[in-house]
């Protein structure tokens, strides 16, 4: 009994599924121009790993990415992830996995916020709804420092370890920007325009100018105070 | 009475701390005991009427206790606390358990790229750059430098301290900035080891309101540090720069402000005028090597008969010292002098000093550290108490400390 119903039950799927591949390659000839592929190098030619790279269309109006909700936890006396990029409108848990109390702050322009991080005591998510660099610290270890990058572009991501990000644009001209939490040059030199569709993919490499600012010290006791 | 007016203010803090417990926020709290195998070639220590540069002398050798110790952090809302580090190191204090610091914080969020914060009670002024983990204790070596076993042994802000950072690190700058300022009392007696021991290399804080040396043992008689005879404000203010999490650099120009033409009515304690400037430099980077170099230059006043007699110190040390892991290895070198006003009055000493130390934090628990310290030192009050002039002291530790606590 079980194969010729799969076989009856194919048909119409089947169909359905043509069918949409073919409204979907419709579209995609419309719409879709190439893949955007993106280089970041740092100041001595290194591919540059976790840099954020924003994409925003310069031809009319593209719908902003959708918000998500974010975790952004407290190990070890530290931010774990220390950088979080975020469509604008999103929400952001503090759900201190220390054994310590934390006290979060910001005094950046995109979001002022204090948030006190009891032991074992959950605090409601943060709604970060204006883009911009939130600087995030903490009021009791002034060691703890971490970023949300909260942005209206559509498209952005970060580059992988060999100091790629790729995204797939519809036909039409953008603005590619760049920003990472140690970053010395202008975000402005880093910004670039270009247009995507006239091949099947366009390539863009960035390097800074700048070397970056030092990375944080690796393996250092953060139960250290002053 | 005047034990208990000169205790007041850590009755109230006591008070404070235990009225804090009712309240619903979670104390912090942390105890511990450290064990210590000592094997020394050192004169009496100080504590004990003598004139040995270390913190045991050859009479300790054998199993001592390094400190057993009791720590409590309560807050109050947000923006307040209350810190309480109470410590025990043997028996040759006032009383066997002694409270090292004591205070009330008020530490409101950053407004603006700035932030206040006030301290009232009794605690450290901000200069050493090794004593940084809780307890004031050092995650290098066992003993302190020279300049902070004097800063342990007697020096403390009873009083209040206000510091305001700028927090350049959070507005997209390398760097942060900061001043503080402090005025206290309850220290004129600072400035009696100065004159008499002159400088030593320890871990022993005298608790506040402690006192050093033994009641009747001359030179230091069992004398208060922690006095208030002349009803004079002493001061401080200093400044303090850091670039990202590397380097941290300090300066601080302290001044007590006794009148060193007075005496305690009640104990006879002279009042000792003591300034000094201190300055420091803290160096991290990768690889687990951390550098720090610090100054003091100051001197010491008494004249309780219109005679003035004073003594000019200065001491200065470097700290090399790099992890591996959970092992951290550290070499010291110390340098210290003092002198005297008059010339060739009582007190001078001149003297250096080498530590090596391994610390092996094994787990959040235990930690075990061997240190081999030796002291070269002159001093003529050592030979006007029958000792040498000249004495090369060693001491060699071996730490075995176990933590408990509410974030262990």
């Known amino acids: 009994m079980r194969p010729p119903a799969r076989v009856q039950g194919r048909r119409p799927l089947a169909g359905l599924l043509t069918t949409l591949a073919l409204a979907g390659l419709l579209a995609w000839t419309e719409a879709a121009g190439a893949t955007l592929l993106i280089d970041v190098q740092s100041a001595d030619g290194r591919p540059l790993p976790g840099a954020v790279v924003t994409v925003r269309p310069l031809d009319g109006q593209a719908r902003r990415a959708a918000p998500v909700h974010a ?4 190990v070890n006396r530290a ?3 220390d950088l979080l990029v975020i469509p604008v409108g999103s929400t952001v848990e503090f759900p201190n996995s220390d054994s310590v109390n934390h006290q979060i702050y910001s005094f950046s322009a995109a979001k002022r916020f204090q948030l006190p991080l009891y032991r074992g005591k959950p605090y409601p998510p943060v709604h970060f709804d204006q883009a911009g660099v939130v600087t995030l610290g903490c009021n009791i270890h002034d060691e703890m420092l971490a970023y949300l990058l909260v942005t209206d572009a559509p498209w952005f991501g970060r580059t992988d370890g060999s100091g790629a990000f790729s995204v797939d644009l519809p036909r039409g001209r953008y603005r590619v920007a760049l920003w990472h939490p140690r970053l010395r040059d202008s975000e402005a030199d880093l910004e670039r325009e270009l247009t995507v569709g006239e091949t099947d993919r366009a390539d863009l490499t960035l390097r800074l100018s700048k070397p970056l600012q030092s990375a944080p010290l690796a393996g250092r006791s953060h139960s250290w105070g002053y | 009475m005047g034990l208990l007016r000169r205790r007041a203010p850590l009755l109230m803090l006591a008070s404070l701390l235990a009225a804090g417990c009712t309240v619903a926020r979670a104390t912090d709290w942390e105890l511990s005991v450290d064990a210590r195998g000592v094997s020394s070639s050192a004169a009496r220590s100080f504590m004990d009427g ?3 540069a270390t913190r045991f002398g050859s009479n300790d050798d054998g199993v001592q ?4 110790r009791l720590a409590l952090t309560q807050p109050f809302g947000d923006v307040w606390s209350v810190h309480l580090d109470a410590s025990m190191y043997d028996n040759l204090g006032r009383s066997p358990v002694g409270v090292t610091e004591a205070f009330v914080l008020f530490r ?3 407004r603006a790229g700035y932030r206040f914060r006030l301290k009232a009670g009794g ?4 200069v050493s750059l090794e004593n940084r983990t809780s307890g004031w204790e050092s995650p290098y070596t066992l003993s302190y430098s020279a300049i902070n076993s004097w800063l342990a042994v007697e020096v403390r802000t009873i009083g209040l301290e206000g510091q305001l950072d700028w927090l350049g690190r959070h507005s997209g700058h390398d760097f942060d900035l900061g001043v503080t300022g402090g005025v206290f009392g309850w220290n004129d007696g600072a400035g009696v080891m100065m004159a008499n021991n002159g400088f030593v290399v320890t871990d022993r804080q005298t608790p506040l309101f402690g006192r050093i040396g033994q009641p009747g043992v001359p030179p230091l008689s069992g004398a208060e540090p922690f006095l208030e005879i002349d009803h004079r404000a002493g001061a401080y203010a200093g400044l303090e720069a850091r670039y990202l999490d590397r380097l941290v650099l300090r300066a601080l120009r302290y001044d007590n402000r006794a009148d060193p033409t007075q005496v305690d009515t009640v104990s006879g304690a002279i009042a000792w005028n003591t300034r000094f400037n201190s300055a420091g430099a803290r160096l991290e980077a990768e690889h687990g090597w951390t550098v720090i170099a610090q ?19 200065h001491a200065e040390f470097a700290l090399l010292a790099k992890r591996f892991g959970r092992h951290t290895l550290s070499a010291r070198y110390d340098r210290f ?3 005297t006003h008059p010339p060739g009055a009582y007190g001078a000493q001149d003297g250096h000093a080498w530590t090596a130390a391994w610390l092996f934090d094994a787990d959040p628990h235990w930690r075990f550290a061997l240190e081999w310290l030796q002291v070269v030192s002159s001093s003529i009050n050592r030979e006007e108490f029958a000792g040498p002039l000249l004495a090369t002291e060693k001491q060699l530790q071996l730490s075995v400390r176990y933590a408990l606590g509410s974030s262990r």
């Open chain 1, 71 to 74: 975790v952004m936890d407290q």
């Open chain 1, 79 to 81: 931010f774990e992830p």
């Open chain 2, 50 to 52: 003598g004139f040995g």
């Open chain 2, 65 to 68: 206790l390094g400190r057993a």
């Open chain 2, 108 to 110: 409101p969020y950053p």
């Open chain 2, 123 to 126: 605690f450290y002024p901000p």
């Open chain 2, 295 to 313: 100054w003091l230059d100051g001197d010491t006043t008494i004249a309780p008969q219109g005679h003035a007699l004073t003594w000019p110190f």
């Open chain 2, 337 to 339: 002098a003092v002198e």
